[in-house]
Structures are given as structure tokens and as C-alpha cells.
């Protein structure tokens, strides 16, 4: 079974992730923010991450940058309501597989997931 971390510091966004994604038959599990998710990460390896960029103590870009430095195999998913292409630009070149725009439509999410599994 897949492990998967879904970040956001938002419940309602955390519970619409887990709501679109569970149909997969996935181990969810949440971080309400960077810290956690850093904590996280440290001690359970993930097949994928759902991560939002705009958090108020570690970011999303930052979190990329630790996992892009250690090489992590995580696949990361950045959902944000931050559209702009530098940003988008940014994750990429972090090592992020796809960017999607918050809140994410179901059939967008079910093809990134499809391509990821």
C-alpha cells in the first residue's frame, strides 16, 4: 500500500485532498504544517506528498529544497493557490512532479496519481 503525506495547514484543504484520494487505496497520512512535515518525513519514507506552498512556519519551497537535498525518491505534488509561473518554475526545478492549482479538481488529480502509481 501506498504511503502518502498530505501538507497544508488548512483542514479544509487536508479533508478535500483526502476526500478526492480516497478512492486509491492509500495510507494518509497530515502534516498542519512544515515542521510536522519535516518531522515527518525524517521518519517515514513516502510515495507521494501533497504539499501547499503557503504556510506560515516553513513553506512548502522550503520543504522541496531539504527533500531535493537529500535526494528523498518522494514524489511531490505541490498544490497552491500561488499560480505564478516563477513559482511554478521554482518547484519544478526542486523536483516537484506536478503543480496543480488549489482547490484541485478531481479528474486533474486522478491523472497525476495515475501517472504516479
Do not use: W
Request: proline fraction near 3%.
Amino acid at each position: 500500500m501506498k504511503k502518502v503525506l498530505i501538507v497544508d495547514d488548512s483542514i479544509i484543504s487536508r479533508k478535500m485532498i483526502t476526500k478526492l484520494i480516497s478512492k486509491h487505496t492509500f495510507q494518509i497520512d497530515e502534516a498542519v504544517n512544515g515542521q510536522q512535515a519535516l518531522a515527518k518525513i525524517h521518519s517515514t519514507l513516502y510515495d507521494i506528498i501533497f504539499l501547499d506552498l503557503l504556510m506560515p512556519d516553513i513553506d512548502g519551497i522550503q520543504i522541496l529544497s531539504v527533500l531535493n537535498k537529500k535526494r528523498n525518491p518522494t514524489k511531490v505534488v505541490v498544490i497552491s493557490a500561488d499560480i505564478q509561473e516563477t513559482t511554478k518554475q521554482k518547484c519544478k526545478e526542486l523536483g516537484a512532479f506536478a503543480f496543480l492549482h488549489k482547490p484541485p479538481k478531481e479528474e486533474e488529480l486522478d491523472d497525476v496519481i495515475q501517472k504516479l502509481v
